[in-house]
């Protein structure tokens, strides 16, 4: 996909779409985390995901089965690192250091989906790419802290945490967008939380957090499973196919702008002016981005295909 082509099947916004329905995960995640252990939760969520997916096993390993060695290493990769690793990384952050340390390292995850997607991907990006790029991730910054400047990163071992989390995350667009051509979306949602059961499991058991968590915990463990899980990743999947993961990691900073929404709305969470002012820049640059792909006719980042 490249010049104008690229801009004619552009999903830019199908992506920005699914990121916001990872925002509705803090509403979900909430009550669950202050009654369950955070191993407990990742392994439900993969469990009931692959039960939902169950019937489309078998023509996701036939997918899988037809790709060479280098898309079935991606998906292993997504699958484990990005998938289970990864979630239980950041959690682990949050309990061995301070609060803002992993939210100011998640940040780096667009820098390391570029330069990843430059490597493995072939994608270059122009300019203007930078145009949307700056005030989004500055807008992300403003949006997580209510004071911006009153910033302190502590915990070599939270923030290292963070950073693999971050890196994990980054390699899932980038490898996402790798094996979106030879695997489709739905087989692709399949097996990343079928691979990444199992690995969840190994969480589970290393961390030693129970199986067992109640009836009074179903609803909201279906859920969080069912619509940041099942939903936004199909979503998600169907969108990269088409948008790459240069631009991709950029539409995915809707997540914390749905967030802080839901934050507002449903949670009583107060934001200060610079979070809002954080907000409002956030969707501004990736609304000016999906309409920059939709109108131009050369896209913000070049492929090699």
Known sequence: ?????????????????????WGTDGLLRQPLAEALPAGSVVFWEHLIIVLVMLPFLPSALRALAACGWRERLAVLVIGVGSSAVATALFTASFAVGDAVTPLVLQKLQ????????????????????????????????????????????????????????????????????????????RDLTVLRFGIGLPAATVVLLVQGDPIAVGW??????????????????????????????????????????????IGVGLLGVDLSATQWIGFLVVVAAITGLGWHEKVRPKPVVSTAS
Do not use: K
Request: proline letters at 5%; aromatic letters at 10%; glycine letters at 8%.
């Open 216 to 261: 009074d915990n179903a609803l909201g463990l279906g859920l969080l499973a069912i619509v940041p899980g099942l939903l936004a990743l199909s979503i998600y999947y169907v969108g990269l196919r088409s948008t790459p993961a240069s631009r991709a990691t950029l539409a995915e900073l809707a997540f914390p702008a749905t967030a802080a929404l």
């Open 110 to 185: 667009p820098l390391f989906a570029i330069l990843a997607a430059y490597w493995l991907l072939g994608e270059r990006v122009r300019r203007t790419y930078w145009l949307f790029a700056v005030p989004a991730l500055i807008g992300a910054w403003l949006l997580s802290f209510a004071n911006p400047l009153d910033v302190q990163v502590t915990a070599v071992q939270s923030a290292l945490l963070a950073l693999g989390a971050a890196v994990l995350w980054a390699a899932g667009t980038v490898l996402g967008r790798l094996v979106s051509s030879s695997i489709p979306a």
């Open 1 to 21: 996909m490249n010049g104008a082509a690229g801009t004619t099947a552009d999903r830019t916004w199908l992506v920005a779409c699914a990121a916001a329905l």
